[in-house]
């Protein structure tokens, strides 16, 4: 009698675990817009090796599975094809779980020494010495520097798979989400496509509000919802401080945020590029030092004497720090608004030659008179007319 109830206590348990999973799947597949295709092989994938591990759960995740494919709308034909790829499905490579012994469960399987091989066709960057292709990366500087201009232009390269100031480029589709400065963001694209001739990119804007730890799972399935399987390999965040509800100084808030960051990154498959500020101290980006520590690498911009902007790898992992990159601002004369004004942005240039680092600033940019911007030759010329 005592073993039947040990056994029965034994079977509950092993079922409430099923269930958790179920319930987390059962949310997912609610909360998906559009195909709900992949996200049930998943589910199946997932809920199966469980099934293998907990065998007292089979028949109840079998039963669920079938609601399962209700809630996502699929028919019964089609969610058997799906079940049955995912029964071949090979273990999974990170949270591997085999049987041994009594059902011991191995959750983290060991490599030895002499498997432990470099994958050398393994291309580890987006932008090499520049970008990696996953994880996160912080482009922080003052106010007005020139980051999200830099930024942008960086990611409509990589998007198009145009080699970068020299640099090799994995072309890859590229979400922007713009929260700072969003009003402005169309002219800075109309710019680039003008002066570039380019009419097509999988460059995409996101200018919706953005609270990135409540709505970090949101955002990831609207993607994948309106992409498909054409995801973003980048997403820019601009700025840091546009996506955090709470204080950049605390620890707490700057953990969650990074953790809802590293979130999109690993579902998505992707790096996520934060743009952020300085403080007071104008020689570390503001906030909690944490942010720093969570990076793959750490870009920093700045001003240098004659407008130049210079980004400098401060810190990275895989590759060499030190590098410096420097580019102008060049205005652009986009059409006229509705009033007859000239609507102008800037467009993202290199620059030849040496660094202009001796007189390294970091106040707002105003262009030297020689290069003036479009929209004030145009007002001076309307000016000296009426005169």
Not at 282 to 287: E, K
Request: proline letters at 5%; charged letters at 25%.
């Amino acid at each position: 009698m005592t073993a039947t109830l040990e056994q029965a206590e034994s079977v509950l348990e092993i079922s409430s675990q099923a269930s958790e999973q179920i319930a987390s799947w059962r949310r997912v597949l609610n909360q998906t817009v559009g195909d709900a295709r992949p996200n049930l092989e998943r589910a199946a994938v997932e809920l199966l090796r469980l099934a293998q591990i907990e065998p007292g759960s089979k028949q109840i995740i079998v039963d669920e599975l079938a609601n399962l494919a209700l809630i996502a709308g699929i028919d019964d034909d089609e969610a058997q094809a799906i079940f049955a790829r995912a029964a071949k499905a090979p273990p999974d490579p990170i949270n591997c779980r085999t049987i041994t012994g009594k059902n011991a469960l191995v959750a983290f399987p060991l490599r030895a020494f002499e498997n432990i091989r470099l994958d050398t066709e393994r291309r580890g960057y987006l932008v090499k010495g520049l970008i990696p292709s996953n994880g996160l990366v912080v482009v922080w500087g003052p106010p007005k520097c020139g980051k999200s201009f830099w930024a942008a232009d960086l990611g409509m390269h990589i998007a198009l798979g145009w080699d970068y100031r020299g640099r090799k480029v994995q072309q890859a589709p590229v979400v922007y989400i713009g929260l700072e400065g969003r009003h402005g963001f169309p002219a800075r694209v109309e710019a680039f496509r003008q002066h570039h001739g380019v009419d097509v990119a999988p460059f995409y804007l996101l200018s919706a509000s953005l609270d990135l730890v409540a709505k970090s799972g949101e955002l990831i399935a609207s993607i994948k919802a309106q992409l498909g399987a054409d995801l973003p390999r980048v997403i820019f965040l601009d700025t840091l401080n546009r996506s955090l509800v709470g204080s950049e100084s605390k620890d707490e808030d700057m953990a969650r945020f990074l953790a809802a960051a590293e979130r999109v990154a690993q579902e998505l498959n992707c790096v996520v590029i934060i743009v952020h500020h300085c403080g007071i101290d104008a020689s570390r980006p503001r906030g909690h030092t944490s942010l720093s520590g969570a990076v793959e690498s750490q870009l920093k911009v700045e001003r240098a004497d004659g407008g130049q902007v210079v980004v400098t790898v401060e810190l990275a992992k895989d590759f060499a720090e030190g590098t410096e990159i420097s580019s102008r601002l060049d205005c652009v004369e986009l059409g006229t608004d509705a009033d007859g004004d000239p609507i102008t942005s800037l467009v993202v240039l290199p620059v030849e030659g040496p660094i202009q680092r001796p007189g390294c600033h970091t106040q707002a940019f105003r262009p030297p008179a020689p290069r003036a911007c479009c929209a004030g030759r145009v007002r001076l010329q309307r000016w000296q007319a009426r005169a």
